[in-house]
């Protein structure tokens, strides 16, 4: 199956800082989406990216399809940005079924 | 909004039990995921259904089993829990095909097996 791969595995910041979480994928995808899981759990979509770029406030997704990697920028980070980022990805040939794989994930905590 | 609601947030159950995870979805999504999140391992996918009383295999189904009897509700089955279960557990919805088919999930239940 498509392998995918997420670095870094943790991040510390600062507020305020600048960021940026990358995302590999070992083969053609058309489905790519970045979800941030909370402290509590919840697990929150924040872009479906299967190419191009998309921008959602201090956020922004950037997707390489032909080099197979995705980006994922935070900027001016806020306490309230902490928690664990992951990439998922479904394979070209996955039909209406829709089945994606989840990276590992960046656990992210960012620090007054 | 869409919601999918997960019927318990923290469960214990003893070593043999029969446990039951329901989760219900309001915006009548096709898809339907359930997946078990483990620390380093990420989400791995256990079982999915894209339709009523359908159902695929994960990568991990052993020691599962998945009902759909209608199309907003899907349940997780553990016939004989056991220590290795006690995980947190995921439930998700998506529309079946096209672009922009995101995946939306529940709280999770968080579950553990004594």
């Known amino acids: 199956g498509i392998q995918v791969e997420q670095s870094p595995p943790d991040l510390i910041l600062q507020e305020g800082a600048n960021s940026t979480l990358r995302c590999n994928f070992s083969?053609?995808?058309?489905?790519l989406q970045w979800f941030h899981q909370n402290p509590w759990g919840q697990l929150i979509n924040l872009f479906y990216?299967?190419?191009g770029t998309k921008q959602n406030g201090r956020l922004s997704a950037t997707t390489v399809a032909t080099e197979r990697y995705s980006l994922l920028y935070i900027s001016s980070s806020q306490t309230t940005d902490s928690g664990v980022y992951f990439c998922?990805?479904?394979?070209?040939?996955?039909?209406?079924?829709?089945?994606?794989?989840f990276g590992t994930g960046t656990k992210l905590q960012v620090i007054p | 909004d869409v919601k999918v609601t997960q019927s318990s947030r923290y469960l214990v159950k003893r070593t043999g039990e029969k446990v039951f995870l329901e989760c219900v979805q309001d915006m009548d999504h096709e898809n339907m995921f359930w997946y078990r999140q483990d620390p380093g391992l990420g989400l791995r996918l256990i079982y999915f259904?894209?339709?009523?009383?359908?159902?695929e295999k994960g990568d991990i189904p052993e020691g599962y089993s998945v009902s759909r009897e209608k199309k907003e509700r899907f349940s997780l089955i553990l016939e004989s829990a056991s220590t290795n279960q006690t995980s947190m557990y995921l439930c998700a919805s998506s529309i079946l095909a096209g672009t922009g088919n995101t995946i939306y999930f529940g709280e999770g239940s968080w579950l553990t097996v004594v």
């Open positions: 083969d053609s995808v058309n489905n």
């Open positions: 990216i299967p190419s």
């Open positions: 998922a990805v479904g394979p070209m040939d996955s039909g209406g079924y829709q089945k994606v794989t």
């Open positions: 259904s894209y339709d009523v009383k359908m159902k």
